[in-house]
């Protein structure tokens, strides 16, 4: 069973959002495979680069939905983006500081991928639904 697990309780009811929350479970999924199966060291780099590079995009997304909305929790959304972006990066210089991805690494991808996934589905659940509901409560720009 994956780790991280799309639940229709997370749809947002915003197509582009809730196409990116699904693709962040499941590169959540597949970085935390690549690690745990030892599979190819690149395999397991790249699959943490795009989540890297998919997460920012996905929240580059939603803060310039909510710039639009003129939402007014948007600095602390942009709090929270930071502070994952920050941990998956401490997680890549990790891994690029080691040659081969020792056991320990799987360790502690897993637990990268614990977090992210419990950091989404919270993250979705409280802080996204907010703006959600900010949105369906605005009239019509």
Not at 31 to 58: I, N, P, V, W
Request: overall charge negative.
């Amino acid at each position: 069973m994956a780790l991280a697990q799309w639940k229709d309780d997370y749809a947002t009811g915003i197509a582009v959002i809730d196409a990116q929350h699904q693709r962040l479970f499941e590169a959540i999924n597949r970085m935390e495979g690549a690690f745990k199966e030892g599979t190819q060291e690149d395999e397991a780099k790249e699959s943490l680069a795009f989540l890297a590079r998919y997460t920012k995009e996905h929240f580059a997304t939603e803060e310039a939905f909510m710039r639009e909305l003129a939402y007014p929790m948007l600095a602390f959304h942009q709090e929270e983006h930071a502070a994952l972006v920050a941990a998956i990066q401490v997680l890549q210089r990790k891994v690029d500081e080691d040659l081969t991805i020792p056991a320990h690494m799987a360790d502690f991808a897993a637990h990268m991928a614990n977090f992210a996934a419990d950091w989404l589905a919270h993250h979705i659940n409280e802080a996204d639904m907010g703006y959600v509901q900010f949105a369906r409560e605005r009239p019509a720009l």
